[in-house]
């Protein structure tokens, strides 16, 4: 996730501060005394110092999803805040060209001011999948003592951006339980301790009709063994007056009259029709 959080600020900042691709380069190193020696070219880089969770953010609730005739709860995502040290190197404080380092990171400053929250097409695939944004705050007073960290460093005090960014983390820790599909009604009569028995006495269970690819088909009819029948809806469920134990052989007619025999996945409910 880092590489690719990495990877759509590099691409956002050469296209929103006008930034020279050919002739500059945007790095994530460590700028210690020998790393900026080794520098070639005019170098924009964001020294990541620091890795904390952004705990006002936190959410303890799951997201709760069906899967294949399962229930898959998801614990919501962290939220992480990543600092970074923002300074500019070029061999002469002038290039060839004109620019000098304070232009370039007053330009990274603007760049960054006009995106506080990141635009939808800069988001890695990992961020939108989890459906949360990125957001930014730089140059605000929050900041840590910059002094330290060029000391730490073994640099002189320079020109410099200070630069939180929050950034979700998928945890992977999901819950999985099977889906409840059948359920069973009795009714017994009041006022008669001697007559045990129901009155009324009722099973339904709940099928789901896929194709070989898995992929939910609505509009097919399901006939069970012992002549129930229903049609499936949009995500491909159907619910019949049958008991799981009395659960043979279905036959299945898709919308267009074909039909075929199907064997029931008693584990998933799923009906599978190709």
Wanted: zero cysteines; hydrophobic letters at 40%; a negative charge.
């Amino acid at each position: 996730m880092l590489s690719q959080i990495h990877d759509a600020l590099r691409t956002l900042l050469f296209e929103e501060a006008r930034l020279p691709e050919d002739q500059l380069d945007i790095r994530f190193g460590t700028p210690t005394g020998d790393w900026v020696s080794s520098l070639t070219r005019p170098t924009v880089n964001f020294f990541m110092h620091d890795i904390t969770e952004n705990v006002e953010l936190r959410r303890m609730d799951q997201m709760t999803v069906q899967d294949r005739g399962r229930v898959v709860q998801h614990l919501a995502p962290r939220r992480i805040n990543l600092r970074y040290l923002i300074t500019v190197f070029f061999k002469a404080q002038t290039d060839d060209s004109g620019r000098d380092e304070w232009e370039v990171l007053w330009r990274v400053l603007a760049a960054l001011m006009r995106h506080p929250d990141w635009p939808e097409e800069a988001l890695p695939q990992a961020v939108r999948r989890l459906g949360l944004s990125v957001h930014g705050r730089v140059a605000q007073p929050d900041g840590p003592r910059t002094g330290e960290l060029f000391s730490g460093l073994g640099l002189s005090l320079r020109p410099h951006l200070t630069y939180t960014l929050t950034v979700p983390l998928d945890l992977d820790v999901q819950q999985v339980s099977r889906l409840v599909l059948e359920r069973d009604t009795s009714l017994n009569l009041v006022g008669d301790p001697q007559d045990s028995a129901a009155a009324v006495y009722s099973a339904r269970s709940s099928w789901r009709v896929q194709s070989a690819a898995g992929a939910p088909l609505e509009g097919v009819l399901v006939t069970a063994g012992t002549g129930v029948q229903g049609y499936t809806d949009s995500a491909g469920m159907v619910t019949l007056d049958l008991p799981l134990s009395a659960a043979g052989s279905f036959t299945l007619q898709s919308p267009s009259g074909q039909a075929q025999q199907a064997e029931p996945d008693l584990e998933t409910n799923i009906l599978i029709l190709s």
